[in-house]
């Protein structure tokens, strides 16, 4: 099957992946760029759960302090090697990520350190389960599974503070 070069470069856009695998994807999907970008989703799941052991001793600390510097944040998100620490997506992931915990108030991390007799619902206090401010449709998990299958390292993010002016 032909694939036009337009229809693998807006599935490249839309998920980030290598030009051969949007383009196998394409074949598998018969031309469909919503079922391979599904498929491409699914993989880079697939991916990203295989490098979920590895070490991930590099990073960046991301601040953030929104306008009016009222409200800041700050979070420690690492990676396996500096030189993914240093790349634009890895830096725009961790900027995401502190504007995330400034905007919707986060208690814990994940829900494994959510108590049990917390009343609350794991997707409002727990970092990684919210959603996405800018994509309701994502969680911040999603968001970093994203990344880590276009990186191909590990990705991880250790821990964040919220301030709040007066609070």
Same mark, same amino acid.
């Given at each position: 099957?032909?694939?036009?070069?337009?229809?693998?470069?807006?599935?490249?856009?839309?998920?980030?992946?290598?030009?051969?695998?949007?383009?196998?994807?394409? =074949?598998?999907?018969?031309?469909?760029? #919503?079922?391979?970008?599904?498929?491409?989703?699914?993989?880079?799941?697939?991916?990203?759960?295989?490098?979920?052991?590895?070490?991930?001793?590099?990073?960046? =600390? !991301? &601040?953030?302090?929104?306008?009016?510097?009222?409200?800041?944040?700050?979070?420690?998100?690492?990676?396996?090697? #500096?030189?993914?620490?240093?790349?634009?997506?890895?830096?725009?992931?961790?900027?995401?990520? &502190?504007?995330?915990?400034?905007?919707? +108030?986060?208690?814990?991390?994940?829900?494994?350190?959510?108590?049990? #007799?917390?009343?609350?619902?794991? &997707?409002?206090? +727990?970092?990684?389960?919210?959603?996405? =401010?800018?994509?309701?449709?994502?969680?911040?998990? #999603?968001?970093?599974? !994203?990344?880590?299958?276009?990186?191909?390292?590990? =990705?991880?993010?250790?821990?964040?503070?919220?301030?709040?002016?007066?609070?």
């Amino acid at each position: 099957m032909q694939i036009p070069a337009e229809t693998v470069k807006e599935l490249r856009e839309k998920c980030g992946a290598g030009v051969m695998d949007c383009r196998n994807a394409l =074949i598998e999907a018969e031309g469909n760029v #919503d079922k391979a970008f599904e498929a491409l989703q699914a993989k880079g799941f697939q991916k990203a759960a295989k490098k979920a052991e590895r070490v991930t001793g590099q990073g960046v =600390i !991301e &601040a953030y302090v929104h306008t009016g510097g009222r409200v800041g944040a700050l979070v420690e998100l690492n990676c396996e090697t #500096d030189f993914v620490a240093r790349t634009d997506e890895f830096k725009k992931l961790a900027h995401e990520v &502190a504007m995330q915990v400034a905007a919707m +108030c986060p208690i814990y991390l994940s829900e494994a350190e959510r108590p049990e #007799d917390c009343e609350e619902d794991a &997707a409002s206090v +727990c970092l990684l389960s919210q959603a996405y =401010i800018k994509d309701p449709s994502k969680s911040i998990n #999603d968001l970093i599974t !994203e990344v880590i299958a276009r990186t191909g390292e590990n =990705i991880r993010l250790k821990r964040f503070a919220r301030f709040e002016l007066g609070g």
